[in-house]
């Protein structure tokens, strides 16, 4: 019979994995770079998050041990991997990658064309 505390491990398991199996999914079928940027860190943020989280607790529940390590990674990820992606995305508009042809909305065009007029006058 499973106790509480493995149904809960596993939980996180499952949906750190769906996470992780969504993004890659996202990778392959989304259109442009901008998207493909935004399901890739998404889907490690939570995904790997998850699956830190389920060892933390595996190892609490069954090895008694708290494992810093895995508070650090879990921090970590949970701060840097969005960053990240808004980074590259930025990079990539700025280098000119284009936009998929059906998006209908370029916010970052229109601050861009606001602060220039501003610096202008």
């Not at 808004?86 to 998006?103: C, D, F, N």
């Amino acid at each position: 019979m499973l106790s509480l505390k493995e149904v809960v491990i596993s939980i996180f398991m499952l949906i750190g994995t769906f996470f992780l199996f969504s993004g890659a999914l996202g990778i392959f079928r989304l259109p442009d770079v901008y998207t493909r940027l935004h399901a890739a860190s998404k889907s490690a943020t939570l995904g790997v998050a998850g699956i830190l989280i389920a060892a933390f607790l595996y190892f609490i529940f069954e090895e008694q041990m708290v494992s810093g390590k895995l508070i650090l990674g879990i921090i970590f990820i949970l701060m840097t991997a969005p960053v990240s992606g808004h980074m590259i995305s930025r990079a990539a508009y700025q280098k000119g990658v284009p936009l998929w042809e059906k998006t209908t909305r370029d916010d970052l065009d229109k601050a861009q064309q606001k602060k220039a007029s501003t610096h202008k006058g």
